[in-house]
């Protein structure tokens, strides 16, 4: 009897790719016995390389190599190779539904990721008497692989690292050994949208109140991009105790090395809170546009500290890629500094 094997479709973005490692996880410790290989880009191989035995990693370059309907048909091509038994597509767009189709004519078992698109239009809708929470992501994960004859509890995953978290020797010796008297803060201030990103200028002063709570605190700032570069640059000059993370750090799994031995991160509602969260780091974050009822919370974050602001237009977006109603993105602008640093200094004393 040929042995179980399960291909994982998602091809983007970071935050929803970083939503899958808890339930793969745990459909690969529940079900030791199948195989697992996760298709996705080149920039999700650390999350799944190293996370179980019975799980594989294969990427696709959709822009080069398999792009447009010819490129699809020749990445089917080498997936039927692999002797795949059922397909499970966590993304549902065009390029996963065309390998959909073809693996269906191939009377594969294939099943999709169900988005709940009217329950989201409902939620953006201004009419709060609607409004009602969303399925997780997680939760619609793994309804997907619960219709291919999965069950899956994602209850029991904690992190991609041991308790003691990423091996800090890995790392460039500018991060060193995390001392006993020191609190290690992370943040990261930028977002892919404008509706998703905390004003620069409140963030300085919440970096200020925090270097004035804990004097042999270090900050460190996550994020890749020229925007990051230029306040970070900034950030690091004026503040001795600031380290941007990318001018250091090789590549993403470092990266999570060193989240896994943050007090806390302070992060909006992007792809590090997700991948923070994959570290069991607890995560402040942030939310303007977008809301934690859509279902894109950190795996298992307190949704105490999700920190927002009531508004009868908020939530306006799903994913905050829509210019603000207002003009003043008044969803970000009114949150107090003060309010994000006592939330940090609750958990960190704590």
Request: aromatic share 10%.
């Amino acid at each position: 009897m040929r042995k179980e094997h399960i291909l994982v479709i998602r091809f983007s973005a970071l935050g929803d790719v970083a939503m899958m490692v808890p339930v793969v996880w745990s459909l690969a410790q529940q079900y030791p016995d199948i195989r697992i290989t996760v298709l996705s880009r080149k920039f999700a191989r650390p999350l799944f390389d190293d996370l179980a035995p019975n799980v594989n990693f294969m990427e696709a370059d959709l822009t080069k190599e398999y792009h447009g309907v010819r490129g699809l048909n020749a990445l089917y091509r080498r997936l039927v190779a692999k002797q795949f038994t059922k397909v499970a597509d966590l993304h549902n767009v065009l390029r996963s539904e065309y390998l959909r189709l073809r693996f269906n004519l191939g009377r594969y078992r294939v099943e999709h990721l169900i988005k709940n698109r009217s329950q989201r239009r409902k939620l953006v809708s201004g009419k709060h008497d609607k409004r009602v929470p969303l399925p997780s992501s997680f939760e619609n994960y793994a309804a997907v692989f619960e219709r291919l004859g999965y069950p899956v509890d994602i209850k029991n995953f904690r992190s991609i690292f041991p308790a003691e978290g990423g091996n800090l020797n890995l790392l460039p010796a500018i991060f060193g050994p995390k001392k006993s008297f020191e609190q290690w803060i992370g943040i990261a201030p930028f977002a892919a949208h404008e509706g998703k990103v905390y004003p620069p200028r409140l963030m300085e002063q919440i970096i200020f109140r925090l270097i004035q709570q804990y004097p042999n605190g270090r900050i460190f700032l996550f994020g890749r991009g020229e925007e990051e570069e230029k306040f970070f640059q900034l950030w690091c000059a004026q503040y001795r105790q600031c380290t941007s993370v990318a001018k250091h750090c090789e590549g993403m799994y470092q990266e999570l090395i060193l989240m896994s031995h943050l007090n806390v991160m302070l992060s909006m509602d992007s792809a590090n809170m997700h991948l923070a969260s994959l570290t069991g780091v607890p995560v402040v974050s942030v939310w303007g546009a977008t809301h934690p009822m859509a279902g894109f919370l950190g795996y298992n974050q307190d949704p105490e500290n999700a920190i927002q602001i009531d508004l009868e237009c908020r939530p306006c977006s799903i994913y905050g890629n829509k210019p603000c109603q207002r003009g003043d993105y008044a969803c970000l602008q009114n949150i107090p500094p003060e309010r994000i640093v006592d939330r940090i200094v609750t958990l960190i004393n704590n």
